[in-house]
């Protein structure tokens, strides 16, 4: 993973860092890897840092580092207090407990508001794996720019498959946006999880995977949340309104936040938000990315495999399971 400072950071630009998640699918995993059942994002699952300390490290290619924050859960404050040492109080965001992706995002959202920071924000999952970092924020770049010169779309970044994955999600792309821009397409259609049949299909159509990594203005996100979301965008406003309305404001903000998370349903940004289709939702296509959401224990194998990493823990893990290090994501 390289640590190596950007050439592409601008003043403008903000990142959202997603660190709330539970990690259930990996949690064989990675209590084999430290003892216990914890998040993959807390884990060095590919290397020596965790996978948000090395989602943080990529991010400060393309962002400054003061325009990050990190969307956490109070349950895993042992596992990230470690890991966000270097950032100021008001770049970390707890949540009272995982409420999804849509929750997490608009809290983010709401926080840099509330920082003023009126920037183009791209939203980074901490838990997926990148085996080039420059290239693939030249690709995060390639988003930040269709998004300055289209200022209304949100740009998600679809993966070029390797296989007919049936756990990923899929984006179908429609027409071309910009003949200068020959990879940036409207959306026609998202698949969730497809069946095997229709998983082949969208393989040999050229469909992309969704990486679930959006850039867009902090305005745009807000806009659509109220849109797609407007049970949580409304409870999230009235609540804090009403949290800033008494002399001890900043005192009331924690219990508004508690009240929040107990009313609002789970919801999933990708299924509540993206699935809708957006007119203003593009997608990106991105080539030759070695990219893995690592949900699976054989995507680890399948990722460290195609660095030519070798983790402490792969030998023992290997030789206790009797699995190879170089599992295709289907076997």
């Known amino acids: 993973m390289s640590s190596s400072a950007g050439n592409f950071v601008r003043h403008n630009r903000a990142a959202i860092v997603l660190a709330g998640g539970d990690g259930t699918r990996l949690r064989s995993l990675t209590k084999f890897i430290v003892g216990c059942e914890i998040p993959k994002q807390f884990c060095s699952v590919a290397g020596e840092q965790t996978l948000l300390e090395d989602t943080l490290e990529r991010t400060a290619l393309g962002v400054p580092r003061d325009n990050t924050v990190v969307v956490v859960n109070r349950e895993h404050r042992p596992y990230y207090m470690p890991l966000v040492a270097g950032l100021e109080p008001r770049q970390v965001v707890e949540q009272p407990c995982n409420r999804g992706t849509a929750p997490a995002i608009f809290y983010g959202i709401r926080r840099l508001m509330d920082l003023d920071c009126e920037a183009t924000v791209a939203i980074f999952p901490s838990d997926h794996f990148v085996g080039n970092d420059e290239a693939f924020m030249r690709q995060v770049q390639s988003a930040f720019e269709a998004v300055d010169e289209f ?26 946006i910009s003949f200068d821009r020959p990879e940036l397409f409207r959306v026609n259609r998202f698949r969730e999880k497809p069946d095997a049949a229709t998983a082949r299909r969208l393989f040999q159509t050229g469909c992309l995977w969704n990486s679930f990594i959006l850039v867009a203005s902090v305005r745009v996100l807000y806009s659509m949340v109220a849109e797609f979301a407007p049970d949580l965008f409304c409870t999230f406003n009235a609540e804090l309104a009403a949290s800033r309305s008494g002399v001890r404001a900043s005192a009331a903000m924690g219990s508004a936040i508690d009240r929040i998370y107990d009313k609002i349903r789970t919801l999933g940004f990708s299924e509540q938000v993206l699935a809708q289709c957006p007119p203003n939702l593009a997608v990106l296509r991105t080539d030759d990315l070695n990219w893995s959401d690592l949900g699976e224990p054989a995507r680890v194998l399948e990722a460290v495999a195609s660095m030519n990493l070798k983790p402490r823990w792969l030998e023992d893990f290997v030789n206790a399971t009797g699995k190879t290090s170089r599992m295709s994501p289907e076997a």
Request: glycine content about 8%.
């Open 151 to 176: 200022p209304n779309l949100c740009v998600v970044l679809g993966i070029q498959p390797r296989s007919a994955e049936t756990s990923y999600g899929w984006i179908e792309p429609a027409e071309q």
